[in-house]
């Protein structure tokens, strides 16, 4: 292995361990019930603070929800990509490593999602059309910052044009900020909630992209054996 394969591998383990002491501690630091129906939320006064000085923005919130569909979209590109390479080579063995690759990261992502929609760590701070709904981590800070990385590192190994590149990132970079922020200030979920999102999805990017340097790596070891 590589170093800076190892590095990748260290920092995606140490993002994803801090991921799970900060659940840990949101669930027994400062708990107190401050939610609605006397739901109970850890790191209560600094959520509590940071809730009352943004306020609640539904308008920002119903944005960012329409907007979470931009990276299902590129979920579904990086989809198509891989069934039309599927259907060409006529071998799922022949699918590029790095989509069947992101097609696996993609799921594991999905089941992040729904282990603490079946487990719920917080609940939002505000009701959603009178339903008390999970918050802990916020799926769309997840979602975005899960899938537009990965938008940049496909482009980036893909596309050889410069500009196209630039683009790319800006707009990713810029989209994901925007979201975040959005989601943050919108008031619908806990300051602690976008911070679990936040490691979440950073640790099992790194992941990602380790995986996929490691298997390049084997690839180029396996020509140059041949």
């Known amino acids: ?15 994803l361990t801090a991921f799970v002491l900060w659940t840990l501690l949101i669930q027994c630091v400062d708990v107190q019930a401050a939610g609605p129906n006397g739901t109970k939320v850890g790191f209560a006064a600094f959520n509590l603070w ?14 960012t929800d329409w907007l979470g569909l931009v990276p299902i979209a590129v979920c ?13 080579r006529r071998s799922l063995l022949r ?14 992502v999905i089941l992040g999602y729904l282990v603490f929609e079946m487990i719920p760590i ?8 009178g339903v008390l709904e999970a918050s802990y981590p916020s799926s769309t800070t997840l979602l ?14 893909r596309v050889k044009r410069l500009v196209v590149r630039r683009v790319t990132d800006v ?18 979920h806990w300051a ?9 999805s950073m640790g099992l990017f790194l992941l990602y992209r380790y995986a996929v340097d490691a298997a390049g790596r084997r690839r180029e070891d396996r020509n140059g054996i041949q």
């Open 1 to 15: 292995m590589k170093r800076n394969e190892r590095t990748g591998l260290l920092a995606g383990i140490g993002v």
């Open 50 to 63: 940071f809730h009352r000085l943004t306020g609640v923005h539904m308008v920002l919130y119903t944005i």
């Open 76 to 88: 579904l590109c990086f989809g198509a990509l891989g069934a039309v390479q599927l259907v060409r």
């Open 95 to 108: 699918v590029d490593p790095d989509i069947l690759l992101l097609g696996l990261y993609y799921i594991l």
């Open 122 to 129: 917080n609940y939002r701070p505000i009701l959603i059309s």
């Open 144 to 157: 975005v910052l899960s899938v537009m990385p990965t938008l940049q590192l496909q482009i980036s190994r």
């Open 171 to 188: 707009f990713a970079a810029a989209f994901s900020a925007f979201m975040v922020i959005g989601r943050l200030i919108a008031g619908v």
């Open 192 to 200: 602690t909630d976008i911070i679990g999102a936040v490691l979440l």
